[in-house]
């Protein structure tokens, strides 16, 4: 099986994700459903082959590596055709492996549906930018987009760290210095706290991911920086929650430094469309003297109401957002109870 020809139909097809899983046909995600691609099912050896082909594509990564965790990460690129990023594992005592589909070239945001009141976070010259989401819903590509705005109108050293790189970065009115976790730098933390030495101006953290890397992430944008970063959370509020959970002490002092550093809060999610395609929901919490006055008091649960009051200041809830997109007739009721944070607020006003 020639792995190339398949990652090239793939990119041709506009699909996001690659599975290579033993007893099926390899299969493409195409707008959030898995289409099976053959009819022919793939054989344990088969796996053992792509594998191998895959980690061809890789030189600096040892196929030893996966051997001994029984999973690695990675990524790579392949040259007229597009950036990849892999995750390779095993299941049933045989090896598998997902990818997904990262092109080349740095989408259009008009074309993705991203608001401008996120596409203006560019302008944020210190302070800490958080985009939220689940798994795929497209929080690398929204920071992708305002890291590429900052890039073509300020004058700045933008350090990105990231897990694997996703999006290419060429210098333009910036510096853009790319790192990529466990090829680049040993992990996130090293690299945050090398990266202050670095004199940037903004940091792309790739994630978020314990106590200790967040603190430092605080610490980088109480200092002056602007700093980016994600959270696997659905909403603003629940993303502020997931950071306080984080401290198991000191949660007093963190609420105060949140409340000083946190510019705004983007959570989105894919959610699929009446006509079979997907399109993108953002909610945006923007950061006032209320808002911040409840992050410190922890009076969190307050926030929300809060957003819904201050509208004209370009904020919008989740439930909100979908509520719109159903008055629009772009989605249907039932998809945005699925997709909403309080289901019973979109059954009472849809």
Known sequence: M?????????VKMDASDIFFVAGSPYAFKIKKEI?????????????????QQLYSFAPYCRYENFQENGEDDYSFSLANIG????????????????????????????????????LDLADQKKGMILVSGPAGSGKSTTLACIIDRINSTRNA???????????????????????????????YLPALRAALRETPEVILLGEMRDEETIST??????????????????????????ILDTFSHNQTQIR????????????????????????????VLKMTPAIRSQIREGKIHQIENTMSSSKQLGMVTMDDA?????????????????YSIHPDVIKNRC
């Open 35 to 51: 289409i099976k691609q053959d009819d022919v099912r793939l054989m344990p050896e088969d796996l053992k082959d792509i594998v």
């Open 2 to 10: 020639d792995v190339k020809k398949i990652l090239e139909q793939a």
């Open 157 to 187: 050293h933008i350090i990105t760290i990231e897990d694997p790189i996703e999006y290419l970065h060429s210098h333009k009115k910036s510096i853009v210095s790319q790192r990529e976790v466990y090829h680049d730098t040993k992990g």
């Open 322 to 338: 979908l509520i719109e997109l159903v008055r629009k007739k772009i989605i249907s009721k039932e998809t945005a109870i699925l």
């Open 217 to 242: 992430a605080i610490t980088a944008a109480e200092t002056g920086h602007l700093l980016l970063s994600t959270l696997h959370t659905v909403g603003a509020v629940n993303t502020i929650d997931r």
């Open 83 to 118: 950036r990849f990023r892999v995750n390779v594992y095993r299941q049933r005592n045989s090896e598998a492996a997902v990818l997904r589909v990262v092109k080349f070239e740095l989408p259009d945001p008009k074309k993705l549906g991203i608001p401008d009141v996120v």
């Open 256 to 283: 105060s430094q949140l409340s000083m550093v946190l510019n705004c809060i983007v959570s989105e999610q894919l959610v699929p469309t009446l006509d079979g395609s997907v399109v993108p929901v953002f909610e």
